[in-house]
């Protein structure tokens, strides 16, 4: 069973979905454990520390992957600068994802599943040499996670490739970086590798978590962003469902 955990923006629902699923084989964090607007910035940091911990405690059951809201700490040095950043702890942010980034990845792949922030698109890859057709969900995964390796920039907000294509500050376009994609341009133009794969994805907020038809749509997209209402995905080896948090 695998256990998919949307953005935490500083929120310790994450602890009571681990309490809730003890015998899970994974848990999977899909970034944006910073800034937010109605936790305070110690308690954000509380969680994030103890989130690291989780994993290194755990290091073969746990995922942690990189949203842009971590990434314009960690690219801080450039003066990237997304909504919501806390430049009176920008120091302490950054130092603590940098310390933690021997455990935090892009993305992820799992039994059919594609575990990104925003999403793939098969424009950005292509546009970042990144090959999928042909290719399986290992080998595009391996592609992507050495990409921000080598080159941290190109994952930055993208700007499209003809200036007078449509252009929008929320990141709706099918040239947008995995870490900033939105889901109209991602479930228009997500990529198909040499096997069905459904990306789960974070980063817009959702009223709540829908499961698509698996079977009509064998490249589907499932968005996670509902940790606000206390949603979370399950997904098990013969059906996908959604947990809840109630408070």
């Not at 892009?106 to 599943?113: A, S, V």
Request: charged share 20%; with cysteine.
């Amino acid at each position: 069973m695998i256990i998919a955990i949307g953005d935490i923006h500083g929120r310790d629902t994450w602890q009571t979905i681990v309490q809730d699923n003890p015998n899970a084989d994974r848990y999977i964090f899909v970034g944006d454990y910073f800034d937010s607007f109605d936790v305070p910035f110690m308690e954000q940091m509380t969680q994030f520390n103890q989130i690291v911990q989780f994993k290194r405690d755990n290091p073969d059951k746990v995922i942690l992957l990189i949203g842009n809201h971590d990434y314009h700490y960690i690219m801080s040095d450039f003066r990237i600068r997304y909504s919501g950043y806390q430049d009176n702890y920008s120091f302490l942010i950054r130092e603590a994802l940098l310390n933690a980034k021997d455990v935090m990845q892009l993305c992820y792949h799992e039994t059919g599943y594609l575990f990104i922030h925003a999403g793939l698109s098969t424009s950005w890859c292509k546009r970042h040499n990144i090959f999928t057709d042909g290719y399986n969900a290992e080998e595009v995964v391996n592609q992507v996670n050495e990409l921000f390796v080598m080159s941290p920039l190109k994952f930055d907000f993208q700007e499209p490739i003809v200036r007078s294509e449509y252009v929008s500050s929320y990141g709706d376009n099918i040239w947008q970086s995995p870490l900033w994609i939105r889901p109209d341009s991602l479930v228009f133009d997500k990529i198909t590798l040499e096997e069905p794969i459904i990306q789960i994805v974070g980063h817009t907020d959702q009223g709540s978590i829908l499961i698509p038809n698996h079977y009509s749509d064998k490249f589907g997209v499932i968005f996670i962003d509902a940790l606000r209402i206390g949603e979370y995905l399950i997904i098990n080896l013969d059906n996908t469902e959604i947990g809840k948090v109630w408070k």
